[in-house]
């Protein structure tokens, strides 16, 4: 990904240029820069994240959320990064009364 010296748009590539979709500047490619590009493909998502073991006592912080099971007004959280690093992290709550479980992400 190459993002645009004039603008600061995102550039697009076209042959051996990456060219800027707003103002139309052009840069040369480099192939050996983009060989060494972090991508996140390929990499795997981690869809769950089990807090069953944890005592509630060591759950940590609380923060005004509903429960969505018995409409308590108290949460413990955490947060975690679990999917790629240019997302956000995830939120993960506990209900301090039911102890219902449930997240929150970004979109």
């Not at 981690?46 to 018995?70: A, H, K, L, N």
Request: glycine fraction near 8%.
């Amino acid at each position: 990904m190459e993002f645009c010296d004039d603008c600061g748009s995102m550039m697009k590539t076209e042959g051996d240029v990456w060219v800027c979709g707003s103002c139309g500047a052009e840069k040369a490619r480099s192939e050996s820069a983009e060989k060494q590009a972090v991508t996140t493909q390929g990499q795997e998502e981690s869809e769950i994240v089990d807090t069953s073991e944890v005592d509630p006592g060591d759950m940590g912080p609380t923060t005004r959320e509903r429960c969505p099971e018995c409409g308590n007004e108290r949460a413990f959280y955490e947060m975690k990064q679990i999917r790629s690093a240019d997302e956000s992290e995830t939120r993960f709550f506990t209900c301090t009364e039911c102890e219902h479980k449930w997240r929150e992400d970004d979109h």
